[in-house]
Each structure stands twice: as C-alpha cells, then as structure tokens.
C-alpha cells in the first residue's frame, strides 16, 4: 500500500508539472537597419509565442538591437514602432533591450541626443547582454 501511495503521489506530481508547462527563453539578434530584418525578427518573436502559447508553455523573449539595428528603436525613425507597441501590449514576457554604446555613438556622431521608444530598455553593450542572455539558458536567434 505505501507503494500505491507513493506513486499516486508522483503521477500526481508529474500531472501537476506537464499542465504547467515549460517557460522557454529566446535571445532575439538585431544589428541591421534593414525594415525587412526587423519585420522577421518581429515575426519571429510572434510565431514563437503562438507556438508556445498553443503547447501550454511559456516564453520569455528579449530583443538585443545595436549597431545599426538600434533604429528598430529610436522613436523618430522605427521603421516597426506600431508593431513593437502593439506586441509590447500584447506579450508580457518580451523585452527591447537597447545598446548604449551604440546609442552613444549615434549621439556624437548627431551632434544631440536621440530618444529610445518608451518599450527601450538600456543595456550598456548589446552584444555582452547576448552573452549574458546566452550564459542564462536563453536560445540564440538572429533572423
């Protein structure tokens, strides 16, 4: 009987953790000012969601723009603001994070300071938080 129990126990206890499913992390790459590398990485960043939302898990997202690929964020010049905004409203667990050094390059170069989408968030180097992000479990995708 201690046996039964036991196994009713961890039955109920697998049960429990496949209805909760898993939380998947993906790193999303953007270093091109290229409107079609941003509508795919958007893309991307959607299909995975509905992917996920449809397995019953979960998944976190968070979008690395530098170099050039720091317009998909610049509020004056996103080729994809609309759609950030949207899916900003839409995915709890998807983050833009925005390069400060290339931030601070544009800056110079522009002669005054430029304005980040309110969705930005800062990140003092775009490719150490990929490695970070990559060092935390996250999956790799550069569209």
Sequence with gaps: ????GLAAVLWFAASAA?????????AVHVDENDTQVMNMALNNVANVAEYYAEQGD???????????????????DSPVADRIETMSM??????????????????????HEIALMQEAS?????????????EDGYAYVRP
């Design 1 to 4: 009987m201690p046996r039964l």
């Design 122 to 134: 800062m990140v003092p180097s775009g490719v150490v938080r990929l490695i970070e992000l990559q």
């Design 18 to 26: 496949l209805a909760e499913g898993e939380t998947h992390r993906v």
């Design 58 to 76: 979960e998944v976190v997202v968070e979008v690395v723009a530098y170099g050039p690929g720091l317009h998909m964020l610049v509020e004056a």
């Design 90 to 111: 839409e995915l709890s667990n998807l983050k833009f994070s925005a390069c400060q050094n290339t931030l601070d390059g544009m800056e110079k170069k522009a002669g």
